[in-house]
């Protein structure tokens, strides 16, 4: 096994359509009619290898793609093409991540333990550390839906830092709390850092970023526009940043509309295209370059509509489905409903002595 990254993606895309109303969504769904939708592509294809014991930060813009890869990464959604090879167990901090609202806190505790495969007697033992941590007293039995951003957030940190993750995701939330949770959650991060986990580290604060990472990606509209050494990649994504700003502000439109036009009208098939042409480039033989692109960009995706033998099976199941639930209400037996399916609308008189 190659041990040289502990997260990797390859050709990573995320697609999403931007449907109109729900009946779209569920026509598109069963792949009836067509339905025309415009796409938005998120994620323009990503490729990056995390090394075991790296504390990676991703940053970029607003919507520039970074949840996106963090909650791919952390299994929350699926990407739309492209290999992502995680070895190890995840935890995700962000605000309000993983929480179920309607839960107390306590038993978000016990959930997410059981979730990471911890035992009651694991959680019991983390449970008073974790409470003590978030800092949310006697709210700890009140359901999560009653807490503020900040009290989510804090809790969430406190349970994934208690459950001993392998690899954590922290996408933005240093942001709130004040300043002393602010101390402890770094601590805790370089506590893990002396450990040797993985840490990825999804922000907008350069500060924290420079301060807690080994490397950074720097991701912009979709796109993986450097990856690096920290000092370094900061430094150019804030030599844009400044040269952005002095731009006028019909200009910075412009160039944002630009952007997210190219990401509308991102074409996967042209990008296979390219990535089969790369390896023909090096001399790999036509037919087998397009067998490795199409595994590696679709080995692990499920398609997002129906094929033709999954809408028939799922179309009979429906039919069948109304069969029974209409013979279990007209009295007959399932014979006589199968030998005179007239007699289903006929249901059985009961005489009233
Ligand atoms: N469910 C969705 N449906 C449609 N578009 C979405 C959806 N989720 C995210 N997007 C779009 O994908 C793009 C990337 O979003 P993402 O949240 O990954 O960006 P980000 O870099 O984390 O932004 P921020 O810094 O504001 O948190 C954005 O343009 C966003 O509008």
Known sequence: MDNSYKIKLENVT?????????????????????????????????????????????????????STISNIISGIIPQTTGTVDVRGDTSIIAIGA?????????????LKGLMQGLTIKEIDDVRDSII??????????????????????????????????????????LSVGDDTFYQKCVDKIMEFKKQGKTILFV?????????????????????????GDTDEVIS?????????????????????????????????DGY??????????VG????????????????QVLPDKMSIATRMVVIIAILAFIFFAMVNVSGHSITKSLESPSTLIHPVQHKVR
């Open 132 to 173: 003590d941590f978030a800092d949310i007293g006697t709210f700890i039995n009140q359901p999560v839906k009653d807490y503020s951003s900040g009290m989510r957030s804090r809790l969430g940190f406190a349970i994934a830092v208690h459950i001993n993750p392998d690899i954590m995701i922290i996408d933005e939330a």
């Open 236 to 268: 150019h994504y804030r030599q844009f940043s400044s040269s952005f700003k002095k731009k006028t502000a019909k200009e910075r439109k412009k160039y944002q509309q630009d952007k997210k036009r190219q990401q509308i009208e991102f074409s996967i």
């Open 14 to 66: 995320k697609e999403y359509d931007l449907f109109r109303t729900k009946s779209d969504k569920l026509k598109n769904f069963f792949n009836i009619g067509k339905v025309d939708v415009p796409h938005f592509w998120s994620l323009k294809g990503i490729s990056l290898a995390i090394k075991p014991g790296e504390t990676f930060g991703i940053i970029g813009v607003n919507g520039s793609g970074k």
């Open 203 to 227: 922000s907008h604060s350069l500060s924290q970023v420079k301060m807690i990472c080994d490397r950074v990606a720097w991701m912009h509209f979709g796109e993986l526009r450097e990856v």
């Open 98 to 110: 993983g929480l179920k609202k309607n839960l107390t806190g306590a038993e978000n505790i016990r």
């Open 272 to 281: 296979q295209q390219s990535l089969i042409n790369d390896q023909v480039e």
């Open 284 to 299: 790999v033989e036509v037919k087998q370059a397009e067998k490795n692109i199409q595994k590696r960009m679709y080995g």
